[in-house]
């Protein structure tokens, strides 16, 4: 059961079971969280859109839209890992956040490469449905080894983004190829977008193996969490693989 998403973890488990809601008469069903997935992706898109029309319209709202819901959808999140009964409305709150969110960065690539959110958008859905397909048809399987490798590059990114956050501060631009348009930084972002699409993967799994162990409902909020925010991580790497594409042209 383990992923290279932090919101869907073995220690949701053993906290979901501490709650007592394992005691649910009813459970969890793959088609439940599909449709749950489904509602979170169509509110993250939704927001998106209605946010990225109207801060293009009212620029002065643009860093405090930003802002504020990164941190709200950082707490709502939180929320949906550490307490779990609060997930089936933690969940569309973060959904409903991060399409504010998203709608503020594209705005920010929007102004600089015109008709780069429609490409990531494109490009986003497209990657996921052929992770979905290559799932379906057994192309690729989540097998340990796979596990074991998708969880350690993801957890190498965060580091790697961190560490070159922490020295921006200072000034330190060692590495400057996080951000930059080389060849090292594209391709560095090209191994971001293959690592995101790859948990997509996980967490297609997540949801049949949970669905298969007759977990309680609410999982499936937790799993169609899980999967906005690979997506949501997706489209973001996308964007910037894109403009620092762009910006070699």
Not at 102 to 111: C, H, P, Q, S, Y
């Amino acid at each position: 059961m383990r992923t290279g998403n932090p919101v869907l973890n073995e220690g949701a488990f053993d906290r979901w079971a501490q709650e007592g809601g394992l005691s649910s008469s009813s459970v969890m069903t793959v088609s439940g969280a599909v449709n749950k997935s489904m509602v979170l992706i169509g509110l993250t898109a939704s927001l998106g859109l209605l946010s990225f029309s109207y801060l293009q319209n009212n620029p002065q709202l643009l860093m405090p839209s930003l802002i504020g819901s990164a941190i709200g959808g950082l707490i709502a999140s939180l929320c949906v890992c550490f307490w779990l009964r609060s997930a089936p409305v933690a969940a569309p709150i973060y959904a409903l956040l991060e399409g504010v969110f998203l709608g503020g960065i594209t705005t920010i690539f929007e102004a600089r490469f015109p008709g780069i959110g429609v490409q990531a958008i494109a490009a986003t859905v497209g990657v996921a449905a052929a992770m979905l397909l290559a799932y379906k048809v057994g192309l690729i399987r989540a097998t340990a080894t796979f596990r074991a490798g998708v969880i350690a590059a993801t957890g190498g990114i965060g580091l790697v983004y961190l560490l070159a956050f922490v020295l921006s501060l200072f000034n330190i631009q060692a590495m400057s190829f996080v951000y930059d348009a080389s060849l090292l930084g594209i391709g560095f972002t090209a191994f971001c977008v293959i690592i995101a699409a790859l948990n997509l993967i996980l967490d297609f799994d997540f949801i049949a193996t949970a669905a298969s162990q007759n977990l309680p409902k609410n999982y499936e909020w937790l799993a169609a969490h899980g999967l906005n925010v690979t997506l949501v991580w997706l489209y973001l790497e996308m964007l910037r693989l894109i403009s620092k594409l762009q910006s070699r042209d």
